[in-house]
């Protein structure tokens, strides 16, 4: 099965930009469709945006959706989460999840432990 790792995180201003990385390991990654999700203080978790298989397929949340890009190099086993426009409401711990199910499930199984996303205002 696989191991995903985020990386990436940290403070930037609002308005800037940031990029997340999922290092896989353990398992075919190409077999997995993946996501991000986050959880910001005081709320639940909640998704972010998913890409398929081979890359070719993904959608977004609403209130990331024209801000955030999702991408994939199988051949390096990773996963991206290009964050641009940052905002205030951004923060959160952002985590890598992945399963092996129908690219709209929203069933994961494997998770990371997440990596923190601070913008200031």
């Known amino acids: 099965q696989v191991q995903v790792v985020e990386s990436g995180g940290g403070l930037v201003q609002a308005g800037g930009s940031l990029r997340l990385s999922c290092a896989a390991s353990?398992?075919?990654?190409?077999?997995?469709?993946t996501a991000w999700f986050r959880r910001a203080p005081g709320k639940e978790r909640e998704f972010v945006a998913a890409?398929?298989?081979?890359?070719?397929?993904?959608y977004y949340a609403d209130s990331v959706k024209d801000r955030f890009t999702i991408s994939r190099d199988n051949a390096k086993n990773m996963m991206y989460l290009q964050m641009n426009s940052l905002k205030p409401e951004d923060t959160a711990v952002y985590y890598c999840?992945?399963?092996?199910?129908?690219?709209?499930?929203?069933?994961?199984?494997?998770w990371g432990r997440g990596t923190q996303v601070t913008v200031s205002s």
């Open positions: 999840a992945a399963h092996r199910r129908d690219f709209r499930s929203s069933l994961y199984d494997y």
């Open positions: 353990g398992g075919t990654f190409s077999n997995y469709v």
């Open positions: 890409i398929s298989r081979s890359g070719g397929n993904t």
